[in-house]
């Protein structure tokens, strides 16, 4: 009975232990400042001045970069009302669809449309998750495909407690952000940022100039 239920345990290790490294294998790496892709095969440059998240490799959003070192707007500056700022965020994503680049889009912000998938890119690009204004759209080709970008704004109003006090601050202003759609062969590529709208351009000069032009695919 012991020698059946030690070869049991042996059995399950082995499983775990083979199975291991397939669990936590990564959805790519980051050399010499470069994100490279293993499963949807594409890479590009990461800015300097920013930190990056690479997830697992089953995982649509490949990888999370947040900019280390950033300014705010005056209203959240000061003890810890910075915490309260947008901190400049981009997110990859890459999965699968049959849908041209151009309805992908209408999908997303179809309110009617509802998916699975929808469902979980929504909680990643919050932007668009609640009202937002379209402030741009228009369509470009990259690396000889169809894509779009699309730049956003939404409003919020936020409540900060002020220090040592019951009464809080109230802020009301807008996020804002941009993002790259693309199909390639049954594939959708996302590259979304968000950030306080209060930086809008200069946001916008490090993804149209750097994240965009320093795509590439296999």
Avoid: C
Avoid at 57 to 79: E, N
Avoid at 110 to 134: A, G
């Amino acid at each position: 009975m012991k020698k059946s239920l030690y070869i049991a345990l042996a059995i399950v290790l082995a499983i775990f232990v083979i199975s291991a490294p397939a669990m936590a294998k990564k959805a790519g790496e980051v050399k010499d400042d470069v994100y490279t892709d293993h499963d949807y095969k594409f890479s590009f440059k990461i800015p300097p001045g920013w930190s990056a998240k690479i997830s697992k490799s089953k995982k649509p959003d490949r990888i999370v970069l947040t900019q280390k070192s950033y300014a705010v707007p005056q209203q959240f500056q000061g003890g810890v009302k910075e915490d309260y700022a947008q901190i400049p965020t981009v997110i990859v994503i890459a999965d699968t669809t049959s849908l041209k680049v151009g309805e992908f889009v209408d999908s997303l912000l179809n309110d009617k449309f509802k998916s699975d998938q929808k469902k979980y890119f929504m909680r990643k690009m919050k932007l668009i998750s609640r009202s937002h204004e379209i402030m741009k759209r228009r369509e470009i080709t990259v690396a000889g495909a169809k894509s779009i970008q699309l730049e956003a704004r939404q409003q919020y109003t936020i409540e900060i407690p002020q220090e040592g006090s019951d009464k809080a601050d109230v802020v009301t202003d807008f996020k804002g952000g941009a993002m790259f759609f693309t199909v390639r062969d049954g594939r959708i590529f996302i590259i979304y940022t968000i950030y306080e709208w209060y930086y809008n351009t200069l946001n916008l000069d490090l993804f149209y100039k750097r994240l965009i032009p320093g795509l590439k695919f296999e």
